[in-house]
T-cell receptor, first 112, second 113 residues
Framework: EDQVTQSPEALRLQEGESSSLNCSYT??????LFWYRQDPGKGPEFLFT???AGEEKEKERLKATLTKKESFLHITAPKPEDSATYLC?????????????FGTGTLLAVQP | NAGVTQTPKFQVLKTGQSMTLQCAQD?????MSWYRQDPGMGLRLIHY???????DQGEVPNGYNVSRSTTEDFPLRLLSAAPSQTSVYFC????????????FGSGTQLSVL
């Protein structure tokens, strides 16, 4: 069964303290892995898509990487405005390729 | 550009009542979908559509109906509300049928008493 596990569930950082969020996945052939950011009371906002092991994507202080078993979202020198829940999702190759399996997210709090 | 618009933002129902959650997008996206988000669980797909007149079931379709008569609108109907349907509902659209890069609405918080 396709599955996504995110860790940690919650993470508290001081402003400027770099860290990484983990997304482990089990899927019968990965078509794509997606990262979203969700602010309280709002819908998720797309960040990155990764398709193959070794691929990396960057946006401001965020960098997403992908291996055959997991993805990391690296946050460099975070600011309080980076506080949000970060969601990971995978899409399997074959079958209904438009279905995403979401993880439960990592709640990130960055304190000034 | 409004993007994906959901109404209402909040709703309280009694068990057995029916209602429709509205979703509209102005980006001419082919793909539209409904998700529910519950504490401790990831977003789960309820129903989706890859174009006008085409709908299909997702992971948790029971108790919900959808239709897609236009490209812009994708309403979600609760036939007979149950407490288990208390959740936050998100509508999402994508420019591709493979649902890459979803654009989400701001959500509807539904409580069923």
């Amino acid at each position: 069964e396709d599955q996504v596990t995110q860790s940690p569930e919650a993470l508290r950082l001081q402003e400027g303290e770099s860290s990484s969020l983990n997304c482990s996945y089990t899927v019968s052939g990965l078509r794509g892995l997606f990262w979203y950011r969700q602010d309280p009371g709002k819908g998720p906002e797309f960040l990155f898509t990764l398709y193959s092991a070794g691929e990396e994507k960057e946006k401001e202080r965020l960098k997403a990487t992908l291996t055959k078993k997991e993805s990391f979202l690296h946050i460099t020198a975070p600011k309080p405005e980076d506080s949000a829940t970060y969601l990971c999702a995978v899409q399997a190759r074959g079958g209904a390729t438009n279905k995403l399996i979401f993880g439960t997210g990592t709640l990130l709090a960055v304190q000034p | 550009n409004a993007g994906v618009t959901q109404t209402p933002k909040f709703q309280v129902l009694k068990t057995g009542q029916s209602m429709t959650l509205q979703c509209a997008q102005d980006m001419n996206h082919e793909y539209m979908s409904w998700y529910r988000q519950d504490p401790g669980m990831g977003l789960r797909l309820i129903h989706y559509s890859v174009g006008a007149g085409i709908t299909d079931q997702g992971e948790v379709p029971n108790g919900y109906n959808v239709s897609r008569s236009t490209t812009e609108d994708f309403p979600l109907r609760l036939l007979s509300a149950a407490p288990s349907q208390t959740s936050v509902y998100f509508c999402a659209s994508s420019p591709t049928r493979t649902a890459e890069k979803l654009f989400f609405g701001s959500g509807t918080q539904l409580s069923v008493l």
